[in-house]
């Protein structure tokens, strides 16, 4: 009987702690997207996933990739928004992500950017989360 109230306790705890650790709302989504523009040497030459991982409050919501034909640079850059509005839509915040050049193929994002109307899913945060940063701007447009 002690031991299943031992474990009852551990289990409560584990739950206890991972709801702490939960997504906190964000009053002003400029200022803390702007900390990590601010902070963006701890980020460049690092992989994506690092920014993602730091980002405990606030994930990105959208992402909108600029794709060009060029073989040596398919994919210069990328904007995230953190909102359900339309990608396009005015009066958002956004992270733009300018990526080390590679060549990595870009069809995967393509697709799944048009499939899944520019929301930031989890395939497209598999394929983010390799990239190397080379430079981060955040604005509101």
Not at 108 to 136: A, C, G, L, M, W
Request: proline residues 4%.
């Amino acid at each position: 009987m002690k031991i299943q109230f031992n474990i009852f306790l551990i289990g409560l705890l584990l739950f206890c702690s991972g709801s702490l650790m939960a997504q906190k709302n964000v009053s002003d989504t400029l200022a803390y997207i702007k900390k990590f523009e601010t902070n963006k040497e701890k980020y460049i030459g690092r992989k994506f996933s690092l920014l993602l991982k730091d980002m405990t409050q606030l994930q990105p919501k959208k992402s909108k990739s600029d794709i060009k034909d060029d073989p040596n640079n398919p994919l210069p850059s990328t904007l995230f928004t953190f909102s359900d509005k339309d990608i396009n839509s005015g009066n958002e915040v956004t992270l733009v992500v300018k990526w080390k050049t590679d060549s990595t193929p870009t069809t995967p994002i393509e697709f799944s950017e048009q499939e899944h109307n520019y929301r930031f899913t989890v395939s497209e945060r598999n394929f983010f989360e390799k990239k190397i940063i080379k430079d981060i701007v955040v604005y509101k447009q």
